[in-house]
């Protein structure tokens, strides 16, 4: 099986997680393809394959080097996201892309005008969607890559490497895929994501994230007879969400800049519950953003009365950063020389997001964001360029291959 007959192949497989629920995996289908990919692993000849209760697969490829050299591991997430469609996905391949509008389906074009990432790509093979899924390439294209790179170290015993151990879990989409990761049982002294987007894509710099629910109690009253009584929760939510800067959203800001993301409301008369994702690099001004949260629920309590707004903000992840630099920097320089051997210009820029390696990261394992290809993320204009899956399963192999000299 080549690397992209693989990747079609996950696609298949609906694997959407599910933020409200309080299983592990969030959704049990995530389950059907953990059990296809334990297999695939297995069949594969990879040694140590093992699934636990949460879906969590553990996998190695033992050493064919006589020295001793560091474990090394990549790591990739096999939901898809909640904010589209994973079931039924329909890619498409378009072969020497001219640089033109893509017609994905009637009515829905994906468009350089829209998306100008796609001129980055012209004249190479690109798999889409049929414009009414998302693609899966995030992290689909990231395990296809892994697994494919081990299957040619595997074939070819001339390239010598180390003892790699590869992982893939569940419930990254919603910050949760690493609370079950057994670092001690994956046993590496670091690893890698292949998580990112971009051909050259390299991030050790990710969000300080954070969850933030409101919760708001009205009071309910005939509207007729409602004068000096009825707390609207519907007009309370409205208005917590006007407190929070216009100008500090994911569509207003880019880089280094943070924000507040309102990702879901619900609210009728009597009750309200607003969810959010608070963002910054910084841990400073992160720490300040939600504190900026709690004062604005104390601030419409003080004006409607004790206990009519709760704020209830959690910790997600920190900025990776903090556990690579300075002692760490070597996993970054093995992975910029290994790009340099399979042709690829990197591109070292912070990650307007997270992944499971910064979570890791804390966790002891040091662990950067390698590119899987993709773009366009979490809906229906999302793409994969042949070519960039290729590159990334090249750089994986050369990195295995350069940790083999890593003592020398």
């Given at each position: 099986m ?15 997680s599910?933020e ?27 040694q140590?394959?093992e699934m ?21 591991g ?13 079931a039924?996905?329909k ?28 001129l980055g790509?012209v ?5 889409v ?26 074939d ?9 151990r ?46 933030a629910?409101i ?8 509207p007729?007879?409602a ?13 917590f ?7 500090e959203?994911?569509?207003?800001t880019?880089?280094?800049e ?10 009728n008369t009597?009750?309200?519950k ?10 400073q ?7 900026f ?11 409607y ?6 704020a209830?903000?959690?910790d ?21 020389k290994?790009?340099q ?9 912070p990650?307007?997001?997270?992944t ?6 804390f ?5 950067p ?11 229906p ?18 990195i295995?291959e350069?940790?083999a000299n890593y003592?020398?």
């Amino acid at each position: 099986m080549n690397l992209v007959e693989r990747f079609l192949n996950y696609t298949q497989f609906d694997t959407q997680s599910a933020e409200e629920s309080q299983t592990v995996p969030s959704t049990a289908k995530q389950l059907v393809f953990a059990r296809y990919l334990k297999k695939e692993l297995e069949d594969e000849g990879l040694q140590d394959v093992e699934m636990d209760e949460k879906g969590y697969i553990y996998a190695t490829l033992p050493a064919n080097c006589k020295q001793e050299v560091p474990t090394i591991g990549f790591i990739s997430h096999y939901d898809t996201s909640p904010d589209c469609s994973g079931a039924g996905i329909k890619p498409r391949i378009v072969e020497h892309y001219d640089g033109q509008d893509i017609e994905l389906s009637q009515g829905i074009v994906l468009s350089p005008q829209k998306f100008p990432e796609l001129l980055g790509h012209v004249g190479e093979d690109l798999i889409v969607t049929d414009g009414h899924t998302l693609l899966g390439a995030d992290d689909k294209a990231g395990i296809a890559e892994i697994v494919q790179a081990m299957a040619w170290l595997r074939d070819h015993p001339e390239v010598k490497h180390g003892r790699i151990r590869v992982a893939f879990n569940p419930d990254e989409e919603i910050g949760m895929g690493a609370h079950h990761f057994d670092v001690e049982k994956f046993g590496c002294q670091w690893a890698y994501t292949m998580d990112g987007g971009d051909l050259g894509e390299l991030e050790y710099e990710n969000f300080n994230a954070a969850s933030a629910k409101i919760l708001i109690k009205g009071v309910s009253v005939h509207p007729g007879y409602a004068k000096g009584k009825m707390v609207n929760a519907n007009a309370l939510a409205a208005e917590f969400a006007a407190m929070l800067p216009a100008d500090e959203r994911p569509e207003t800001t880019e880089g280094y800049e943070g924000f507040y993301h309102l990702i879901g409301l619900q609210a009728n008369t009597e009750q309200g519950k607003l969810s959010y994702i608070i963002r910054d690099h910084d841990r400073q001004k992160f720490e300040a953003r939600k504190r900026f949260v709690k004062a604005c629920a104390e601030k419409m309590n003080q004006k409607y009365g004790e206990g009519t707004v709760t704020a209830d903000v959690n910790d997600q992840y920190y900025n990776m950063r903090e556990k690579i630099e300075p002692d760490n920097m070597h996993v970054i320089d093995l992975v910029l020389k290994a790009m340099q051997q399979a042709g690829v210009a990197p591109r070292v820029k912070p990650i307007r997001g997270g992944t499971d390696g910064a979570q890791l990261s804390f966790k002891g394992l040091p662990c950067p964001n390698i590119f899987a290809g993709g773009l366009n993320f979490h809906g229906p204009f999302e793409f994969v360029p042949i070519q960039s899956m290729e590159k990334a399963m090249q750089v994986v192999i050369k990195i295995c291959e350069l940790t083999a000299n890593y003592n020398d």
